[in-house]
Nanobody, 120 residues
Framework: VQLQASGGGAVQAGGSLTLSCTAS???????????MGWFRQVLGKERESVAT???????YYSDSVKGRFTISRGNAKNTAVLQMNDLRPEDTAVYYC????????????WGQGTLVTVSS
């Protein structure tokens, strides 16, 4: 499975950005991907989970983005969209999309990362 992320960029505080991620190819065992998520990483810090959508319906958010970010599955199969509103300088990071078979499996598939820069 290959994940292609897009939509990063630079924005001023209070602005919005939309990240998109599309998964292509097949998993080992040809199983469907049920969960997709977005993570972010700041240089020198550990990668953290930002938002997850499970089975296209149930979503989870980190406390730091709750109420500002929305994750959804796109119209195309195996596409995840992260709508980021009211961005803050502390949201500046490289954002990665990830995919897994379901919540009982690891995040085995990762995109290349896209940089989001929020200036004050």
């Amino acid at each position: 499975v290959q994940l292609q992320a897009s939509g990063g960029g630079a924005v001023q505080a209070g602005g919005s950005l939309t990240l998109s991620c599309t998964a292509s190819g097949r998993t080992s065992g040809n199983r469907d991907i049920h969960d997709m998520g977005w993570f972010r990483q700041v240089l020198g810090k550990e990668r953290e989970s930002v938002a997850t959508i499970m089975s296209g319906r149930v979503s989870y958010y980190s406390d730091s983005v709750k109420g500002r970010f929305t994750i959804s599955r796109g119209n195309a199969k195996n596409t995840a969209v992260l709508q980021m509103n009211d961005l803050r300088p502390e949201d500046t990071a490289v954002y990665y999309c990830a995919a897994r078979i379901n919540r009982f499996t690891e995040w085995a598939y990762w995109g290349q990362g896209t940089l989001v820069t929020v200036s004050s």
